[in-house]
T-cell receptor, first 115, second 115 residues
């Protein structure tokens, strides 16, 4: 069965600093990995995803993530944090099930950006 | 247009009420999902409709009843809910063609409070 862990339920960075949000997964098959962002009182918005091919994936709003199979990781980074990046971030693995696609979400990491 | 709309945005109901949540997408997607999200938790899958057929019911209580009138609409009928059912209810859709590598597009959610 697939699972996702996100180290750090809350991460604080200063504006302009590097953002690093950690995601590790467990999967018995090649994984399909996603990062979603959720702003307060809103739905989830896709930041980026990895399916096959290039292991460094670029997403929206300057975020990128690198798939590392040997480390079973898919950490999210952004070189310079903006105040508008403050939100909840969810890593997810997409798995095959009897009915089709099943998203397994990690517990989430809340990002705070300090002025 | 990658928009999933949900109505109402907020709903307050008593434990004896009957209400419905509505979700709509016009992206031609053939898979639609209902998720429940409690505060500070990741979304949890409740129902999946694939090509207008209910593919899975994740052991959700019968007081929740999904309906898919057509490929663009998804309803969630609520009856005799409990206070612990208070949560953000998210709808999502995906093309339904490429399996587990697909992106799910989320609506903004309905914030439900059961008194």
């Amino acid at each position: 069965a697939q699972s996702v862990t996100q180290l750090g339920s809350h991460v604080s960075v200063s504006e302009g600093a590097l953002v690093l949000l950690r995601c590790n997964y467990s999967s018995s098959v090649p994984p399909y990995l996603f990062w979603y962002v959720q702003y307060p009182n809103q739905g989830l918005q896709l930041l980026l995803k990895y399916t096959t091919g290039a292991t460094l994936v670029k997403g929206i709003n300057g975020f990128e993530a690198e798939f590392k199979k040997s480390e079973t990781s898919f950490h999210l980074t952004k070189p310079s944090a903006h105040m508008s990046d403050a939100a909840e971030y969810f890593c997810a693995v997409s798995a095959e099930s009897g009915y089709g696609q099943n998203f397994v979400f990690g517990p989430g990491t809340r990002l705070s950006v300090l002025p | 247009d990658t928009e999933v709309t949900q109505t109402p945005k907020h709903l307050v109901m008593g434990m004896t009420n009957k209400k419905s949540l509505k979700c709509e997408q016009h992206m031609g997607h053939r898979a639609m999902y209902w998720y429940k999200q409690k505060a500070k938790k990741p979304p949890e899958l409740m129902f999946v409709y694939s090509y207008e057929k209910l593919s899975i019911n994740e052991s959700v209580p019968s007081r929740f009843s999904p309906e898919c009138p057509n490929s663009s609409l998804l309803n969630l009928h609520l009856h005799a809910l409990q206070p612990e059912d208070s949560a953000l209810y998210l709808c999502a859709s995906s093309p339904g063609l490429a399996g587990v590598s697909e992106t799910q597009y989320f609506g903004p959610g309905t914030r439900l409070l059961v008194l």
